[in-house]
């Protein structure tokens, strides 16, 4: 099996120079850490009665998790990361499901292929989840103008400039 892309932090550095000492992130290594995590920081439920998170995969291969407003960068303190995105649990009692799930980072741009870091993640811990991300972004960085663009419909074109963005990822 190939080694997975390890994705740097490319948001702001004023961000990631900035972070506080303390962070409220949590390893998820069971259903359990989810839900003490959900109590402990009395997390609410969003659209659906979900509880939407920030995530990330660490280098190791780990899980981890903190408040949906916090900063991928602050979640995965500092380092690289296998992937990263948001995530929404299904919690009802000792149950923990996630429902939904996106690589949804413009901290880290991670493509749609890190899927395979979170659903090693996810397996490891016993956590049900879909067969993909539920949404998948695909970054690309304009190599004229340095513009971060979300592509859609598979038009890699800058939405700042309109130049050509390069299919391949590039940051």
């Not at 850490?33 to 959900?38: H, M, R």
């Not at 408040?67 to 149950?95: I, Y």
């Not at 539920?134 to 074109?157: A, P, Q, S």
Request: aromatic share 8%; proline share 5%.
């Amino acid at each position: 099996m190939s080694k997975q892309r390890e994705y740097r932090y490319v948001g702001p550095s004023e961000i990631r120079d900035n972070l506080p000492e303390k962070s409220q992130r949590v390893l998820i290594q069971s259903r359990a850490d989810v839900i003490n995590w959900i109590k402990g920081t009395n997390q609410q439920p969003e659209h659906d009665d979900l509880i939407v998170a920030t995530f990330i995969i660490d280098t190791s291969g780990q899980l981890w998790i903190n408040d949906r407003r916090s900063e991928h960068v602050l979640c995965a303190a500092g380092k690289n990361v296998l992937s990263a995105g948001e995530m929404a649990f299904e919690v009802a009692q000792n149950h923990v499901e996630v429902i939904e799930v996106t690589n949804q980072s413009t901290g880290y741009c991670p493509e749609p292929e890190s899927w395979r870091a979170v659903k090693q993640a996810l397996d490891a811990v016993a956590i049900p989840h879909p067969p993909d991300f539920t949404m998948k972004f695909i970054f690309r960085l304009c190599e004229t103008c340095g513009t971060k663009n979300i592509v859609k419909d598979m038009w890699f074109e800058c939405a700042v400039c309109q130049a050509p963005l390069n299919e391949q990822w590039n940051f």
